[in-house]
Structures are given as C-alpha cells and as structure tokens.
C-alpha cells in the first residue's frame, strides 16, 4: 500500500479513515486524532496491507523526524534543495546511484586535506571502499557509508556557515519548534498507548528490531567539528584531545557560557535528544535490580539499576559511541547510560577514552547510575581561548 493525499482526499479516504482510524491521522500528523481515536476504542495491533500497525507506524515517524534534526541541515535554516551538497538526493533522501554518489565522495574526498577542520570523528570507515567489489552485501554497505561521509559534508559546509554569517534568527528557531513539535507528537501518541503494559512490549520489541533506523547525529558531530576548530587550546595553552570526552564537554561549557554566537542551536540538539531519551526511559524493561559487570579499569565493578535497558544491537558501535558522547556533554544520563551499558559497547576499542572519563567520575563517586552521580561535573570546567 502506498499511502498519499491524492487517493486519501480524491479515492477511497472515507474507508481507508474507517478502517484504519490510527493510521489516518498518523498520517495527518494528527496527534490528538490518533489519541482520541485510541481511546474511543481503535486497536493499535491492526495491520495495513504493508503489514504495519499504529504502534510500528508511530515508533517510524518518530524516527524519521529524529533523523531529520540531526542528519540534515534543516534545522540551521538550509534546505535540502538548495544545498550544493544535495543535487544528487532523490526524492527518498538517498543518492541516485552508487556511481554518481561514489564520484560525488571522491571530488569531496580530494580537498578533505585542505579543509580548515580538525575532523573531530569519522564518520565512517573509508577504508571499507576498497570491500566493494567483493559481494553485493558489501556494496550495499559502501554506498551506505559513502552517503553518510557525503551527508556530513554537507552538514559541516552548513555548520560553517550558520555560525559564521548572519542568520535570520526567528526563521530558525520557528524551524526548531515545528521540528520538536513534530518529533514530540509521535512520542505522546507512544506513551498513551504504553500505558497499556502488553503495548509497551509490543513498542519494545520493534524499537529493538528497527533501531537501525536511527542515523548518525551528524549536526552534533559537526557543531563540534567547528568548536574545535574554533578552540584548539584552553586558557591555560593546552592543546584539546578530541578524544577525550572531558576536553568536549569543557568545549561546549565554554561556548555556552560565553554566549558564542549561533550556540543556540546546541539547545535544539540537546532537546530533540532528550526526545530519544524519553522513549528509552518508556521502554526499558521493568525490574527491581540488575548487576553488570563494566571494566575492570573502573574502580566500581559493579552497578544497580531498576530497570534493564533495552537492547539496541542492531545499533552500530560508532552511532552508540557519538550519542554516548553527546549525552555526557549535554547531560542527558538516561541516554548515557543506555549506550554506555550496551553489551557490544567495547571500553576499549572505541573512539573516545571512555575509561579515563569514568575513572574521573568514579573519584568522586562510589556509584553511578543518577544525574547527580554521572553528570555533576563542574570539576571539568576549565576556560577556553580562541585560536
């Protein structure tokens, strides 16, 4: 079934609207209809001919916006059509071909050494190019990577360029709440039908299964690409170590207490994640306690929960590792802890110096697991200085 508003309004909308209420006004983005619906009596688990239910629909918008705020330039006051980076995205948001988005990479590929960024993260593995010739699995996946590098691109030209040239400011932050309002429509439409515990399971079981779904968090990684560009060095002639998830959060204090320019957009970032925080809290499973064994370079071996996260291992290590980051830095301790406690997140073999990070914090706590345990962390703070 392919749904749209010409044969909702002109075909057989009255029918599609009677039979599958929820879906319609999901589709609307009516939120207060898909309520009033389900309360009135609507069966979430009723399946269109695509086979999906209001429950899986919701949990797919949700993720859709998610990914809009933070894979694409929208939310700095560009449009994905008049990005020089976008002539090559069709309609559905991915690159025409595997040729023409390969040659796209390679003239974007060729000036990367000249850039004025310091790269603060790689997207992806470039290396895995070479693989493509190897099986169509591996294609699928080079091109996949090959249009996260180039959609980075093009969310690092825009970040330059909001922060860097004057910006039509009541634009923007109108952008930002349609975009939140949106997003947030489908988490209330989520948490009114979790109320219903055997709902709930059902939600679990697919944002496991589709968690997939969820894309890089390109705005943040080039927000601060750009702050360490800006400030190499703290007040004290210390060269910053990207590395270190401490040295990123003083980064971003420091641009936040100084009122940097355009800082405001972090704002947004930090509230479309604890959007995502919001729907791990709702559907993490419910137990009185669990023990799990973390590192043994952590001082603490062990820590107490009263719920057990959900497990999100269709969810590559470096998404896992990025939102780890973003979430220390912007204090958002749920979504801290989901990633960090993940059973494929390797201390060791990671981006950043996540046993450094939690060796400071356990220096001055015996446990972790509360916003005042993993994120009270004025002892980071240190002033920074501009290049």
Known sequence: MVYSWKSLIFGDS???????????????????????????????????EKGEDAIYLALKFFIKYFNKCLMTPVSLGFSNKNSEFSSNLNSNGRYGSFKST?????????????????????????????????????????????????????????VSRFFDNPRDEEMILAVHARLLKKTRGFLTVLKVICENNDYRSVAR???????????????????????????????????????DVNDCKRLYTYATRSKLSGIYIMKFVTQICDLLQQLFLLLNHPIDSINREYSSDVSVQKFEYKQRIVQLDGLSLNIMELYANLAF???????????????KFDLENTQFNWNHLLNTITKRRNKLGSKTELLARNHFLIPMRYN
């Open 102 to 158: 390969l040659t796209k990479y390679n003239s974007l590929n060729s000036t990367l050494n000249d850039s004025v960024h310091l790269k603060w993260y790689k997207v992806c593995d470039i290396g895995r190019l070479s693989t493509a010739e190897n099986g169509e699995y591996e294609r699928l996946e080079t091109q996949r990577c090959v249009e996260y590098y180039v959609r980075f691109q093009e969310v690092s030209w825009c």
């Open 14 to 48: 009255e029918s599609f609207e009677d039979k599958f209420p929820l879906h319609y006004h999901l589709l609307k983005n009516d939120i207060s209809g898909v309520i009033e619906q389900f309360k009135g009596g609507a069966d979430p688990l009723k399946k269109d």
């Open 329 to 343: 830095v912007t204090d958002l301790p749920i979504l801290f802890n989901v990633m960090l406690l993940q059973p």
């Open 205 to 243: 079981k697919y944002l496991e299964e589709n968690i997939s779904m969820v894309g890089y968090p390109l705005l943040y990684v080039g927000i601060m690409d750009h702050l360490f560009s800006m400030f190499p060095y703290d007040s004290y002639g210390r060269k910053l170590n990207k590395k």
